[in-house]
């Protein structure tokens, strides 16, 4: 499985992006993706998930301000994040079956 992710970038507090992670292969509908972040000097954390049936879990860091989503017909999932704040800071990496995306950059800027 390879994973494409993208879509960060440099944005102040209170601002939004929108990650995404294309798979490669033809199960994607049928299993679930996540989100992790690895913030610099601290341990990977997972952050949210999405299942197969589209029902959704998030850590409580980022419930209530981050929604993950699919587009099965793209084989794509996405992070829409608002209300960024600077300890959103991380490389935000996705997860599907057993491998990682390459990581994308996000910087939230006080």
């Known amino acids: 499985v390879q994973l494409q992710a993208s879509g960060g970038g440099l944005v102040q507090a209170g601002g939004s992006l929108r990650l995404s992670c294309a798979a490669s292969g033809s199960t994607f509908r049928f299993n679930a993706i996540g989100w992790h972040r690895q913030a610099p000097g601290r341990q990977r954390e997972w952050i949210a998930t999405?299942?197969?049936?589209?029902?959704?879990n998030y850590a409580d860091s980022v419930k209530g301000r981050f929604a993950i989503s699919r587009v099965n017909a793209k084989n794509t999932a996405y992070l829409q994040m608002n209300s960024l704040k600077p300890e959103d800071t991380a490389v935000y990496y996705c997860?599907?079956?057993?491998?990682w995306g390459q990581g994308t950059l996000v910087t939230v800027s006080s």
């Open positions: 997860r599907y079956l057993n491998s």
């Open positions: 999405i299942s197969s049936d589209g029902s959704t």
